[in-house]
């Protein structure tokens, strides 16, 4: 009996408490991202009201949804160049607590009367925001990475984004049920809230000197990094391009979905938010299949040639336009969104995982490194999603639903062109760089074989 109370009673060895502390991190990482996609949608289902009855336009509400991509596009790289000077635990910590205190701040615009002034305050409270995410969107990926065991990284990854994906497709839902039950402020204040508590948890779990610790163990010496040069591996422009096209797949029906069932089928507002779960549920669910197979080997350029062939199959399904040929339907809809999910997720995951690893090479593997590549990611996730929310509507508007929807299916097979073309030109230039290095080898050899002959020569003639 003693000895399994001295066993019970033993302190645990530094290596078991180590990766208990860094899981309690992973989980902290990966709620603060959901609440983080929560905050993006959670306003979705009564903002508009609210400013309507400021008297504000439907236009008007729109800036304020669409002001967090454009600040994300001007922040994110700033904070992926910086990353290395500021800390990813620093950034993370005061990302956290902006976007904590700016909503809720938010959970108080109701009591400002004028309409102009209202809809400033939104302008300026949800930039303050979108200044936070984006410190917390660059900091997280290398902050998880440093804390996953290695030939994780793409699972790692991969939970994030389906936090990520799982909290803005949940955030509609859970925005309206707290408003039915509390009002304007109650979703603010609770996300708020919660992520002031993870912050706080942050700065207790989280270990500055871990990242410093790990840039310090990187052997030989580690590159600095430029976007230019960043931006100059075709690699990356491709991926980059990849990127953009799914941001803008991703948020182009989000202002002509509602309008097109209501007028086609006869669907509330409430009965058509149910249609926007399908994508953004197959998308989480997808990703961390996608984040495995990454790990275990498989190809990114083979994810991104099929994700793009998927997204674009499943645009020509919401159209519904050739080969698929049928009177449109809600079971058509759905088929259509849900194909379009496992497209998002094999894109997403694949250009991020793609980014890092040529971040990986050459011993370039830094914190700021690894920041600058997630900034330009998540850049070009908003520059595409702010194009496709601006376009998508304005697409449906000018044309008609099954046009704007085939639009974005050329886009995608354009995506798949520039993949295809890119891995078959980096296969040549491989080809070519192997066959070169044989060659100078194969002469080497031969004049090693000369030289040997020549002084074996000599030695009989002595």
């Not at 439907?58 to 596009?73: K, N, R």
């Not at 609770?190 to 706080?200: A, D, M, P, W, Y």
């Not at 230019?228 to 797949?249: E, F």
């Not at 090479?361 to 997630?374: A, I, R």
Request: charge should be negative.
């Amino acid at each position: 009996m003693d000895v399994e109370i001295d066993a019970a009673s033993e302190p645990l060895d530094p290596e078991t408490k180590n990766s208990r502390v860094r899981l309690f991190s992973l989980i902290i990482l990966g709620f603060s991202t959901f609440l983080a996609g929560c905050t993006l949608s959670i306003l979705a289902p009564f903002y508009s009201k609210e400013a309507e009855d400021h008297g504000l336009s439907v236009t008007a509400s729109g800036t304020v949804f669409a002001s967090v991509f454009v600040l994300q596009v001007i922040f994110t790289p700033l904070f992926g160049k910086y990353i290395q000077i500021i800390g990813s635990t620093k950034l993370f910590i005061i990302g956290i607590g902006i976007s904590g205190v700016t909503n809720i701040l938010f959970a108080f615009l109701p009591n400002i009367k004028s309409g102009p002034m209202f809809l400033a305050a939104s302008l300026v409270i949800r930039s303050a925001t979108a200044l936070g995410e984006s410190a917390m969107n660059t900091s997280v990926y290398p902050l998880a990475r440093k804390r996953c065991s290695k030939g994780s990284e793409s699972s790692v990854m991969s939970m994030l984004e389906t936090m990520i994906g799982f909290g803005t497709t949940i955030g509609p839902f859970i925005g309206g049920f707290l408003f039915e039950y509390g009002g304007f402020g109650l979703p603010f204040i609770t996300c708020g809230c919660l992520l002031l508590i993870c912050g706080l948890l942050a700065y207790f779990v989280l270990d500055p000197m871990e990242e410093k610790v790990c840039y310090e163990q990187v052997e030989g010496p580690v590159e600095k990094g430029s976007y230019r040069k960043l931006l100059s591996n075709p690699v990356m422009i491709m991926a980059c391009t990849v990127t953009i096209v799914t941001g803008i797949s991703t948020q182009w029906y989000q202002p002509s979905l509602e309008p097109y069932v209501r007028d086609q089928f006869g669907m509330s507002s409430f009965q058509a938010s149910l249609l926007f779960i399908i994508d953004g549920g197959v998308y989480a669910l997808i990703t961390p299949i996608i984040g495995r197979l990454l790990d275990k080997g498989l190809d990114c350029r083979v994810v991104l040639v099929f994700g793009s062939g998927f997204i674009c199959f499943g645009y020509l399904l919401l159209a519904p336009a050739p080969p698929f040929i049928f009177a449109p339907s809600l079971v058509q809809i759905g088929v259509g969104a849900g194909v379009h999910g496992v497209g998002m997720a094999l894109n997403f995951i694949g250009t991020l995982t793609l980014m890092t690893q040529q971040c990986g090479k050459k011993n370039s593997d830094s914190e700021q490194l690894q920041g600058m590549v997630t900034s330009i990611w998540i850049t070009c996730e908003c520059f595409g999603g702010f194009i496709g929310a601006a376009a998508g509507g304005a697409a449906y508007d000018k044309l008609d639903w099954s046009s704007s929807c085939v639009i974005v299916a050329g886009c995608h097979t354009f995506s798949m062109v520039i993949v295809v073309s890119g891995w078959l030109f980096t296969l040549f230039a491989n080809t070519t760089t192997y066959g070169n290095e044989k060659e100078e080898l194969i002469n080497k050899k031969n004049i090693n074989s000369s030289y040997g002959s020549y002084e074996s020569n000599n030695n009989i003639n002595v």
